[in-house]
């Protein structure tokens, strides 16, 4: 018999329905004596937990800059990094303000570049 590589096992996984893979775990617990229901059940957990802030929240929401503060050039360099623009547009788009950084983001990189953005001195809202 052909040893069958991790390559081909996951390609053959992905083709089984919900019923065929339930059947092989079955089949696998019987023949080497295990069980899959711990790391089912955590895995579940996992999942309602991944769920629970997305429903809480909107999923895509829009970082806006309020006001530069003190320091401009910090946050015009920061802006460049979160946009990935240049100088001279990330500038011009500062001095725009109140504007909108970016939007339809995730919730998360939105927290994420507004502790970038509040470091550097600016007023930040999300949207």
Known sequence: MAK????????????????ELNDLVKAVEAEFGVTAAAPVAGAHAAVVEE??????????????????????????????????????????????????IKEKISPVEAEEHK??????GAEIEIK
């Open 115 to 120: 502790k970038a953005l509040v470091a550097a």
């Open 51 to 100: 769920e629970a802030p997305v429903a809480k929240g909107p999923s895509e929401v829009s970082l806006i800059l309020k006001a530069v503060g003190q320091t401009k050039v910090a946050v015009i360099k920061a802006v460049q990094a979160i946009t990935g623009l240049g100088l001279m547009d990330a500038k011009k788009l500062v001095d725009g303000a109140p504007v909108a």
């Open 4 to 19: 069958l590589t991790k390559e081909e096992i996951i390609a053959s996984l992905k083709e089984m329905t919900i019923v």
